[in-house]
């Protein structure tokens, strides 16, 4: 079984960065997508970005990309992103999700909360 563990999290203020971590454990030597959600207060969930774990492609979602960058180690199967730029509006709990390429089983973390504010 799949556990992720995101940390990382924290208060920033506007304009700082961060870098979220996504630890997984109980992964196998299987392809998975790797993703980075979000979730801020009274919204829905909304998908950052993702990466492969061979192989390495990553996509984003349009408003994110010039300042949200999600890589991965693919050894360990520990997915990064690192935020840069912040603004109050990214204040959310941030999730990862890993979805295993051959069974399409999906994995969640417990999220981490990212606070920008002054």
């Known amino acids: 079984q799949v556990q992720l563990v995101e940390s990382g999290g924290g208060l920033v203020l506007p304009g700082g960065s961060l870098r979220l971590s996504c630890a997984a454990s109980?992964?196998?030597?299987?392809?998975?997508?790797m993703r980075w959600y979000r979730q801020a207060p009274g919204k829905e969930r909304e998908l950052i970005a993702s990466?492969?774990?061979?192989?390495?492609?990553?996509t984003y979602t349009e408003s994110m990309k010039d300042r949200f960058t999600i890589s991965r180690d693919s050894a360990k199967g520990t997915l990064f992103l690192q935020m840069n730029k912040l603004k109050p509006e990214d204040t959310a709990v941030y999730y990862c999700?890993?979805?295993?390429?051959?069974?399409?089983?999906?994995?969640w973390g417990q999220g981490t909360e990212v606070t920008v504010s002054s």
């Open positions: 109980g992964i196998t030597g299987s392809n998975y997508v």
């Open positions: 990466i492969t774990r061979f192989g390495g492609i990553a």
């Open positions: 999700n890993f979805r295993g390429s051959l069974n399409g089983n999906d994995y």
